[in-house]
């Protein structure tokens, strides 16, 4: 049989992140060697398997699907409980019953992404020609395979067309893929807090985190999940890191500024005496727990090989050349990994291929992580684009 | 003998950073524990060394002299070829004959910091009442505690009063604190790139670096002197995050963009496959060469301490009180680590304490490290400014 299907396991709080990469708690899909993933770097992946969560129904039409598409260290679990964290949805605020993203009216897909590690194949699953898990042996993975992926998703669910495709951060530089390598099945998308291209200063921080990584003795070459180690301490200084920039220096100084933790006066010493000493340590260590370190090697390193303009001979409009896809672009004043002119560089180049484009920059002191909190103009942009193009679509 | 003083062995360029701890390349001054360094945190060093640098010659008057204060991973060796790497001073453009610290007219002293590693007491010295390395024995040093000893040498050196204070960055922060603890003996200063307290920002920066060096195990909790290891991997890491704050996105992108580093495609692997890596990896390798990592922790956290403010009943004004010091504040446009916000934040200062203060804010792409580089703006405001404060104070 070239594809299994298989309901979710009944999610408890507390389930093992190691446990989600082959048996995740949600819905997985499981694809036969006839159905490979070809990879960009000439690689391929015989035994995709796909975890996935939908939310709402699916109507007759199969016209009222949007596919949500997770950011480096998100996965499937847009608007449910996390199983392994026992917290809600990373986007439980926008997705649901009269939410902006309405599961009363649209059918929402979120599919971990390939290279991750919450069900999707990975470097964390096991490898079927091996018995072990992949490693380093899995392919280095791209931005277009993980759409490449999720159109075989969709393929097997019967979805021929998506009302709209929609996320922040990697999620929306997923959002531009689709656009690009699937105009014609994208009626709508909200490429959010992104861009067309990782900058030169994105990779520069990525690469500390591989760095970090890689330099931690546990981390074994790769192989620390046979090795029964693992790299806890490198992966959390890769979160540290990572975890700044996902913030803004307002947010950090209305947050913390200089404030000391649990005590009077500094100790003089090397002990976490600023509260946001603390809170970052907390982000590191409460991370290792959750995610894989391979995966965040894989995942970072798609992010850092995304070039939209590059795939398409140095200009950006070529992506977009001929396409019908409503556009709504939007980013936060104070996003400083994903600037503002990061997104109006999409703006044009949509506007040059004659497309059809709405943007918004919503001020904001949070920084990147914005697209992931309670920002009410975020709520009524997504609201307000989404319910106009589904009039258009005859969506009700 | 409370102070032996040692001139400067011959220097040849690839001299081991390790033996700079104890014998340094330099001037040196030792002083007895009758002349101990009382430290904020309430402890003391006995046996302070000072190793530093002098250029051009004390006039008559003693009256022009300017202290060279250096940043984080800077030393004493400011316009002289570096012992260590065979390279030229870190302000050897600024400082020389003819050049805007005029060594013709002015005579400057530049000092490594207490807690660095090139010949001032730090955790690489050796601890006279052990024999072995200080590591963590040597109590945690603050900005002031830098400046105090600085004023010991000055004291050693007969020089009652400084004509200038100058220096970026940490280096600023010691012209800051120069001018509220001895006002007396500043006639002019100059902080530039700096701010009168480290932001939340700065501080998980710092945090990161310093986890990413704890948490390798050659580190041997500071003990890596006398392991006979080094805790390569750990400080490289942080010196490749803190690379990326010292220069802007701006100058990252012109310099490399998402070049390629000797290949036409990407390998699809995790090799440094774009320039910014490569860039990056060899900044974190070479650093490891010529600097001790326990100075890395002691020097990040005295940064982290500094807030002038604090020091002065929560009122930044009341650090300038009364001050009669001429100041002139400089930022540059494209600086995140120390915006222009955080210079301003001390022009108002001393503007309410009634003091002589300029400001310049400096058009550069190049990033917080735009004040070690060839920047025309800078070189013109510091060689002004000095002239006009020379003229003042009678210095030909």
């Known amino acids: 049989m070239a594809v299994t299907e298989q309901q979710a396991p009944a999610a408890t709080a ?7 990469a082959d048996q995740p708690a949600s819905l997985v899909v499981r694809f036969g060697p006839d159905q490979p993933l070809v990879l960009d770097s000439g ?27 997770h950011a480096l260290t998100g996965d ?11 917290k809600p949805g990373w986007w439980d605020m926008m997705i649901g019953p009269g939410k902006p993203i309405d599961t009363d009216r649209y059918f929402v897909i979120c599919a971990n992404v390939v290279g991750s590690c919450m069900g999707t194949t990975g470097p964390a699953s096991t490898n079927p020609a091996t018995g072990r898990p992949y490693g380093l042996d899995l392919p280095v993975i791209t931005v277009r395979d993980m759409v490449r992926a999720q159109a075989m998703l969709l393929d097997h669910l019967g979805i021929e067309s998506l009302f709209s495709v929609a996320g922040g951060s990697l999620g929306g ?12 099945r ?5 490429p959010l807090a992104a861009g067309a291209r990782h900058s030169s200063q994105n990779i520069a921080f990525h690469e500390v985190g591989r760095q970090a990584i890689m330099a ?5 070459n790769g192989r620390y999940l046979e090795a029964g180690t693992s790299p806890r301490k490198g992966l959390a200084v890769a979160r540290m890191a990572a975890h700044i920039t996902y913030l803004s220096d307002e947010a950090l100084h209305r947050k913390f500024g200089r404030n000391l933790q649990d005590r009077d006066k500094p100790t003089f010493g090397f002990d976490a005496d600023f509260q946001v000493e603390s809170y970052l340590r907390h982000q ?25 303009a590059a795939e398409h001979g140095g200009r950006l409009a070529n992506a977009f050349k001929g396409s019908r896809t409503r556009f709504c672009v939007a980013s936060f004043t104070s996003d400083w990994l994903f600037p503002t002119s990061e997104s109006k560089t999409v703006v044009r180049a949509l506007n040059a291929a004659g497309a059809s484009v709405s943007f918004v920059e919503i001020e904001s002191d949070r920084g990147h992580d914005a697209f992931l ?24």
Chains 1, 2 share one sequence.
Do not use: K
């Not at 679990?77 to 199983?83: D, K």
């Not at 530089?173 to 014609?184: K, N, R």
């Open 173 to 184: 530089m997923q959002v531009l893929q689709w656009a690009a390598s699937y105009p014609e």
């Open 14 to 20: 507390g389930m093992s992140s190691r446990d989600q």
């Open 216 to 220: 931690d003795p546990e981390w074994r």
């Open 284 to 308: 590191g260590s409460s991370f290792v727990d959750r995610f894989d370190a391979n995966s965040y090697l894989y995942v970072t390193r798609a992010m850092d090989y995304f070039d939209l």
């Open 373 to 396: 909190l309670d920002e009410p103009e975020l709520f009524s942009t997504v609201r307000g684009f989404l319910s106009s193009a589904a009039e258009a679509r005859g969506i009700r």
């Open 186 to 190: 994208v009626f709508s998308a909200l």
């Open 43 to 69: 690689g391929r992946i015989d035994h995709l398997q796909i975890g996935y969560q939908t939310y709402g129904t699916l109507d007759g039409n199969r016209a009222n699907a949007i596919l949500v598409c």
């Open 76 to 86: 499937q679990h847009a608007a449910n409980r996390n199983p392994v964290t026992g």
